[in-house]
């Protein structure tokens, strides 16, 4: 049985967390803690929620109408096994990932389930409100399909 530490699932959906109206899934857990992170509350792992795979694709099938979900964090990498159980589960969902990590740092595996990725850490001298989907200036919002193909 595989768990994943949670954070929470957001009441409402989001328009800034992806392309589209989404529901957003707060893990819990980060081994980054870059500088002026919006989410610290996030990043002791022992803090959250412990959920079954499943039951948790339950409740986001019961949550997200429209089947639009982004993961963020803390760090979603930090539980990778379970977080690659969760997204095979919800594998007919247009799924969206948000990591601090470089995108030559996130399994193959992983990438094969996404429409959508954030990557890079949150630099607080880069910070900017411009530029869609992303904090800072370093980060890159991709689409899977077309944008990671080519890099």
Known sequence: MAYLYINSIM??????????????????????????????????????????????????????????????????LMQKDSLLELLNELSDFDLCLYTGHELKEVPAEILSYLKYIKVGPFVQELKITTKPFVGSKNQEFLEVSRDVKTK
């Open 11 to 76: 009441d409402n959906p989001s328009l800034c967390d992806g392309v589209g109206y989404r529901t957003v899934l707060f893990l819990q857990g980060c081994n980054l803690h870059c500088t002026g992170c919006q989410n610290q509350s996030t990043w002791d792992i022992t803090k959250g929620k412990k959920i079954d795979v499943k039951e948790l694709a339950k409740q986001l099938r019961e949550k997200c109408f429209n089947k639009k979900l982004t993961i963020t964090g803390g760090e979603p």
